[in-house]
């Protein structure tokens, strides 16, 4: 079972540095190769000088995450990637209890490890957590994670669970899936393509799962900060984006009508935090979406959303917001 895992890398040369040596030396067989996107920091000079024995695929520009390992990967020959990024510190024996896992059921196109905070190793890390869920007006949210609360690690996502997204920071899927399904999401750049795939994954009739058995350790920002209005403007076009490429028509109208007024309100409570730039890119994102409706038509309908959303498993059918913001709950058990 040829495994390749693959970091794509833009001028991460410090993150390289600091946890290529884990990777290199705690992967087992795994391939290890670093696609970069055009970088211009030493990165390369870095690798070939230390690195030899990791493969090295040079982008020409740098085409961001979704693109980045969408031009990589055609490069790849494996049975299974690994999509990692170049910002995660992994431990001996991370890969064997993931890929024992989709080894035993082909239904499996898609699993992540428990995702930790490598500066705070004893509570969950934001991206990724103990599984990625979502509730039914596509608000991701994780197992661990309840918007800016993260968990203490106390053993309560040891567990082996079908999830709804896996993290984009460490993603363990099946190359066949990937190619057929057309890989990332080439218009998002970065931020929500993994919740892009992995709902295209349930609706062709494939699995989503969550290994605890398995933990890796993840600084996370390391592109761009949670406080970036860029990183703000990306969440909220492609959050949008993600329920008009995939929410079953019954449900479409009504479900982004909603979440455009959510986004309204949020850009509200932007403004009165101060943060202007990150207003301002809330409605920038919206103005893309409508910039760009015939591009969003054309991919709704190559991927004839099902009726299922509320009942794949992964969903939960109320609010996040609501349980969180109104109802106080801070725990994914408390849900």
């Not at 605890?212 to 959050?239: A, D, E, I």
């Not at 028509?249 to 009165?272: F, H, Q």
């Not at 190559?302 to 299922?308: C, M, R, S």
Request: proline share 4%; aromatic share 12%; hydrophobic share 40%.
């Amino acid at each position: 079972m040829h495994t390749a895992v693959v970091i794509l890398n833009w001028n991460g040369l410090r993150y390289l540095q600091q946890f290529l040596p884990s990777v290199v030396a705690n992967s087992g067989n795994a391939e290890i190769i670093v696609a970069d996107n055009a970088s211009t920091d030493g990165s390369i000079a870095f690798l070939q000088e230390h690195f030899p024995q990791v493969r090295l695929i040079l982008l020409p520009e740098n085409y961001g995450f979704c693109e980045g390992y969408n031009k990589a990967l055609q490069q790849v020959q494996a049975k299974y990637y690994v999509l990692l990024n170049s910002d995660v510190e992994v431990p001996a024996g991370w890969t064997e209890p993931v890929l024992q896992l989709m080894e035993q059921d082909a239904s499996i196109a898609v699993c992540q490890p428990k995702i930790l905070a490598q500066q705070h190793p004893g509570f969950f890390e934001y991206a990724g957590a103990g599984g990625g869920m979502l509730d039914a007006l596509g608000y991701p949210y994780c197992r661990g994670r309840l918007f800016e609360t993260l968990e203490e690690d106390k053993g309560q996502y040891n567990d082996v669970q079908e999830i709804f997204w896996a993290t984009g920071a460490c993603m363990f899927v099946r190359a066949d899936v990937y190619q057929q399904l057309g890989g990332l999401e080439p218009a998002f750049f970065a931020h929500m393509e993994e919740i892009d795939f992995c709902w295209r994954a349930k609706n062709a009739g494939y699995k989503v799962m969550y290994s605890g058995h398995s933990c890796v350790y993840h600084v996370g920002g390391g592109t761009l900060h949670k406080s970036n209005p860029r990183k703000t403007y990306l969440n909220f076009r492609n959050g949008l984006a993600l329920l008009y490429k995939n929410m079953p028509s019954s449900e479409l109208v009504p479900g982004v009508a909603l979440r455009v007024l959510l986004d309204w309100v949020a850009a509200l409570r932007m403004l009165v935090a101060g943060q202007k730039n990150d207003a301002r890119a809330v409605f920038d994102a919206h103005a893309d979406l409508i910039r760009n409706r015939s591009y969003w038509r054309r991919r709704r309908k190559e991927q004839a959303p099902k009726g299922n959303f509320p009942y794949l498993t992964g969903v939960y059918r109320g609010s996040i917001v609501w349980a969180y913001f109104i109802r106080q709950k801070r725990l994914a058990k408390d849900l």
